[in-house]
């Protein structure tokens, strides 16, 4: 591999392309699914919101809606062997399902934290587990994985989400370094602040907000550039990326004075 060269294979054109979202009712998933059904890719929706997939699917002959819950696998490879049977392969699985709620060490309970981690966590390595062996199969295509600038170092607030993210970021490195010598893709999609219903219960200012269809955009023209890590928006992200090089002392002192926590 060159020192400069993509560090992924390159994507069909979007007419060519076949897409899944995984995710698409709202927010970054329904958004970047419009701008690849837009592109004219076919891509199907997944999400637990039927009604809203088809809103997204709009008028587009291109779009197929199959509603699921991705915690659960049974029902994630029988829409993979659906979509597969349909179109004779799949070029891009994009997994941008997730949820999030705040939790402090003084709220921390078993019931939330294992809620949160079924989605952000099980059910991530659980799909992948599922697209995996089709991939390979297939012998060409690529999973995209999202996570979050909120998995670099430990934020306050996201005592459990956090920690599901940074466990994402590992993961995702990992099946890059096992897949990519197969030829197949693999992106690290690394958002700072979004404005979706996700962060709309956000109760304090987001510095560097992003609309979901600027973020959109970011993914899909960084799957296009090949990176490996796709993460947005840069003047947010390089911050973030300069204080993980900091010792804790250094680390923890900037983060209380930035968010007066
Ligand atoms: N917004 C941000 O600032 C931000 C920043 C960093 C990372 N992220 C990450 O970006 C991803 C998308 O977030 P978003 O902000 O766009 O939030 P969002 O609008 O709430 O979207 C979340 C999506 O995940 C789907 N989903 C949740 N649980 C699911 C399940 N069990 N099965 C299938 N689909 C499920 C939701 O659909 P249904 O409810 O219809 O199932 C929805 O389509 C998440 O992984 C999030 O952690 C967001």
């Known amino acids: 591999m060159g020192l400069f060269a993509p560090l992924n294979p390159p994507l069909p054109a979007w007419p060519e392309a076949r897409v899944w979202v995984i995710g698409a009712s709202t927010g ?6 419009k701008l690849l059904l837009d592109a004219g890719a076919r891509v199907a929706l997944s999400a637990r919101s039927a009604d809203k997939l088809r809103d997204v699917a709009g008028g587009h002959t291109n779009a197929v809606v199959e509603p699921l819950d991705f915690t659960r696998s049974a029902d994630v490879a029988a829409a993979w062997d659906r979509i597969r049977a349909r179109w ?14 705040e939790m402090r060490a003084w709220e921390l309970t078993e019931k939330d934290s294992r809620a949160l981690l079924e989605i952000n966590l099980h059910a991530v390595i659980n799909t992948t587990g599922v697209l995996v062996p089709g991939l390979l199969a297939q012998g060409s295509g690529a999973i ?10 430990g934020l306050p607030k996201a005592l459990v989400y956090g920690a599901s ?9 990992t099946l890059y370094l096992d897949l990519h010598p197969k030829g197949l ?19 304090f200012t987001m510095p560097h907000l992003i609309s979901a269809e600027e973020a959109a955009r970011e993914i899909v023209d960084g799957m296009r550039a090949g ?12 911050q973030l990326k300069l204080l ?6 250094w680390y923890f002192h900037l983060v209380r004075k930035a968010t007066g926590l």
């Open 165 to 173: 993210k940074a466990a994402v970021i590992n993961f995702t490195e």
């Open 244 to 249: 993980r090089l900091l010792p804790y002392r």
């Open 144 to 153: 995209g994985i999202v996570a979050s600038v909120a998995g670099y170092r």
């Open 185 to 203: 893709g693999v992106y690290l999609i690394m958002p700072g602040f979004v404005k979706t219903p996700l962060t709309d219960q956000n109760d």
């Open 88 to 101: 004779g392969g799949v070029d891009l699985v994009l997994i941008v399902a997730g949820t999030h709620r």
């Open 28 to 33: 970054i998933g329904a958004a970047t699914a």
């Open 227 to 238: 990176k490996f890590e796709i993460h947005f928006p840069r003047a947010f992200t390089r």
